[in-house]
């Protein structure tokens, strides 16, 4: 087609190296730039799209917010070879063999190509080929070592060499090498990298100059950017270093890092396609091969780098009808009613879009290998959903292994904040986790009681540590008994009794009040060693069939029993109490830790996790009132209006933001973790006289759970090893149990959840 008045008007801007470009993958489903349609990405906003049905999300996404123009792309061949073990001195520059068809298409002509790219368009296309695809930049940036100036870059002297030219700079000075170049910041000498073990790479000719010159420092060509980044190194201090002087040290060469583009990958994107090879065998413990499917709901998830932990908490939950109901057969309608102009960045979007990913089957295809048979699918790449789940969580937008039941509490909170801007949150499937524990404390000396509820979405079980007549195992035991052991007594000394008026001993038990639809229990199966968790072996057995929970059902004041009463100062202290997860104090008590500085630790980092209350702990154990409870009530304060503002964007009314602000020393986060922990007094008033009697009506009649999902860890740490997931679909005869390896899903005759760390159980309604 003749250039239009969309190309000709066109008033657009290349990307920087920060700004995010999303062109290997459609960012509302999972086709892929490998596909015969391509990706078409936005020229304005980046976001990326398929262009062909089903769905053609690119032009709704044009026709949405008026950005006409794409770059269709479509990858079409690519090296398979597998590289090879990763290195600091192996990471080597690879010759990209990817070639990419391109052209500019114009949506606002009925998606015509356009034949002719003028200069004010070509140059955005430009940025585009050379940019970072977004969610690979997320995970470069975490991939990344901690690099730190040094002081050689501080002192250093500059004088340009006799035989410097920037028309040299594309080639090695020693020979004829023109990728992985390094030059020198001294006297501007350019020179290949090192050679690799298997004589591969560089002729180690910027090393060579190094040592006959002492010229410290270079940069590598190629990965400069024009907000003055690039790659550098310190052959003194033998390490990549970082030059805060960059674009100083360049323009003595005549040199503007203003007018740079980056061309060639970094070490930070060599070292993540490196560690992303990783690979893991799909055998059971007896060596025995499992056989691999794949369909609607047996969707393998690509690992990103240490992702098996997400991966295998979302093939669980998504493995729920409530999830899956939620989420799948609503997607496009969502699409096409969010208000977000970039899906990337909205939480529902993510959500949708892998639900979609995981339960239609479009994605999931067993790939035939070079023998003519069917091996693994290929799976679906979660980058764009844990980009979105973990936003601004120093832990989990890390490339870092994590510990999956921690990703399961904060993926149940981060569904529940995104849903409440949806309906005021009535269609929140996070609520199948949900129930009630009851605590009941009774006086040693004058038998008074007092019954507390407490909030809960998971439940964490302790184990019993017995060795085996043999000494070299432990003998198994039984979830039964890990549930006894929960709801066993416990001696709380120097309780101070304010009917006996000093102090005492009092017992505690913790039972349940109500039950959740899904039931999520982790297993405390690890100990301290020298301050560092140890993962114990110690078999849980648990059946697959029907467990009843009925004898672990609290059952609340009793006619004969004497509730204590409750001092002016209690009560004071019940009312401000900022909630605390249960579930990581008891982690935190399983560790030896007295219960007061667990809740403190637990308060003050905000419910961020046992890990983050650990390290509270251990850098304020010398504080004075370390084992002081907090019981002096909250000052009433100003608050913050921007975070009033972000807080009732969430769906939470005025008054009990700053309620909860106020009573929070106005922390945003720990005022969410309390709006999230605590219902509104209004709502449960009213409710509680038309609800209370049906819902304990049900407790009472739903008692019976039956396994349907567990996560199993390989590894002598849970932040570190492998996770995998057993998932079953179907109920009685019709039941079919399948082994979730990251990408890799495979048919699981004889489940082994006897090793498990989180286990999921379903009531049998």
Not at 431 to 448: D, M, S, V, Y
Not at 573 to 592: C, I, K, R, T
Request: with cysteine; aromatic share 8%.
């Amino acid at each position: 087609m003749p250039v239009c008045d969309h190309v000709r008007n066109a008033q657009l801007r290349a990307p920087s190296s920060l700004t995010p470009v999303y062109k290997e993958e459609c960012t509302q489903c999972f086709d892929d730039h490998d596909m015969d349609a391509g990706i078409d990405v936005c020229l304005t906003c980046f976001n990326g799209g398929c262009p062909e049905s089903p769905h053609c999300h690119a032009h709704e996404h044009a026709m949405k917010t008026g950005h006409h123009l794409t770059l269709n792309m479509r990858r079409v061949s690519k090296d398979d070879e597998r590289p090879a073990k990763l290195t600091k001195l192996e990471i080597k520059e690879e010759k990209d063999e990817t070639v990419y068809q391109t052209f500019v298409r114009c949506w606002g002509c009925s998606g015509a190509k356009v034949e002719t790219v003028p200069e004010n368009v070509q140059h955005v296309v430009q940025g585009v080929m050379h940019a970072v695809e977004a969610s690979k930049g997320g995970e470069i940036k975490a991939w990344s070592e901690e690099v730190k100036p040094c002081k050689h870059f501080d002192s250093l002297e500059q004088q340009v060499g006799s035989e410097f030219s920037q028309d040299k700079l594309h080639q090695c000075s020693m020979c004829d090498k023109r990728e992985n170049l390094w030059m020198c910041l001294s006297c501007g000498h350019s020179g290949c990298g090192r050679r690799q073990y298997d004589g591969s790479g560089g002729n180690n000719h910027a090393i060579d100059h190094f040592e006959q010159t002492g010229h410290s420092v270079s940069v590598k060509l190629g990965t400069i950017t024009p907000e003055g980044t690039a790659d550098a190194y310190c052959y003194t201090c033998d390490d990549n270093k970082m030059d805060p002087h960059l674009a100083q040290h360049l323009q003595t060469f005549g040199i503007s890092v203003l007018a740079q583009q980056k061309t060639e990958k970094s070490i930070a994107e060599l070292q993540l396609e490196q560690n992303l090879a990783l690979d893991f065998s799909m055998t059971t413990a007896d060596g025995t091969q499992l056989q691999p499917v794949a369909g609607p709901g047996l969707t393998g998830m690509r690992n990103l780098g240490n992702s098996c932990y997400l991966a295998s908490i979302v093939q669980c939950v998504f493995g729920t009808d409530r999830f899956r109901d939620r989420y799948f057969p609503t997607a496009s309608n969502h699409f096409l009613s969010c208000p977000q102009q970039l899906p990337a960045q909205c939480m529902l979007c993510q959500l949708h879009k892998l639900a979609y990913g995981l339960w239609s089957g479009r994605y999931a295809i067993l790939q035939t290998g070079e023998d003519g048979n069917l091996g693994p699918q290929k799976g679906i790449s979660p980058a764009h959903f844990k980009a979105a789940v973990a936003r601004d969580h120093p832990e989990f937008s890390s490339m870092r292994q994590q510990d999956a039941f921690e990703f399961l509490q904060h993926l149940t909170k981060q569904v529940a904040i995104a849903e409440r801007t949806v309906e005021g949150g009535s269609q929140d499937p996070t609520p199948i986790f949900n129930f009630t524990t009851e605590e009941r404390l009774q006086c040693t000396k004058c038998n008074g009681v007092r019954y507390k509820t407490q909030a809960a979405n998971s439940l964490s079980l302790p184990v019993a540590k017995r060795m085996a007549e043999d000494g070299k195992a432990f003998e198994p035991i039984s979830i039964d008994e890990c549930f006894r052991l929960m709801a066993a007594e416990e001696s709380v000394e120097g309780y101070r009794c304010p009917a006996c008026n000093e102090s005492t001993t009092a017992v505690k038990s913790t039972r349940f009040a109500t039950f959740p639809k899904v039931l999520a229990v982790q297993v405390r199966r690890f100990e301290f060693v020298n301050w560092v968790p140890q993962k114990l072996d110690i078999p849980v057995q648990v059946p697959l069939t029907a467990i009843d929970l009925a004898s672990f059902r609290g059952n609340g004041l009793q006619p004969d029993e004497v509730p204590l009463p409750e001092s002016p100062e209690e009560a004071v202290a019940e009312s401000n109490e900022q909630p605390v997860d249960e579930e990581v104090v008891a982690q935190l008590e399983s560790m030896g830790f007295p219960r007061v500085r667990c809740v403190k630790a637990v308060k003050q980092t905000g419910n961020s996790g046992a890990e983050a209350a650990m390290n509270w702990i251990f850098a304020h154990m010398d504080d004075p009132d370390i084992d002081v409870p907090d019981s002096q009530p909250a000052q009433t304060s100003a608050v913050d209006p921007a975070a009033v503002e972000q807080l009732m964007a969430m769906g939470f009314p005025q008054d009990r933001v700053e309620t909860a602000l106020q009573l929070c020393d106005g922390d945003a986060n720990r005022a969410l973790d309390r709006l999230l922990s605590t219902e509104d007094d209004v709502t449960e008033a009213a409710a509680a006289a038309s609800s209370d009697a049906a819902a304990k009506d049900e407790s009472q009649s739903r008692s019976q759970y039956e396994l349907t999902g567990f996560v199993l860890h390989k590894g002598t740490s849970v932040h570190c090893g492998h996770y995998v997931a057993t998932v079953r679909q179907g109920m009685g005869r019709d039941a079919s149990w399948f082994f979730f390896n990251d990408a890799k899903v495979a048919a699981q005759p004889d489940p082994q959840p006897e090793q498990a760390y989180v286990y999921f159980f379903t009531r049998c309604d």
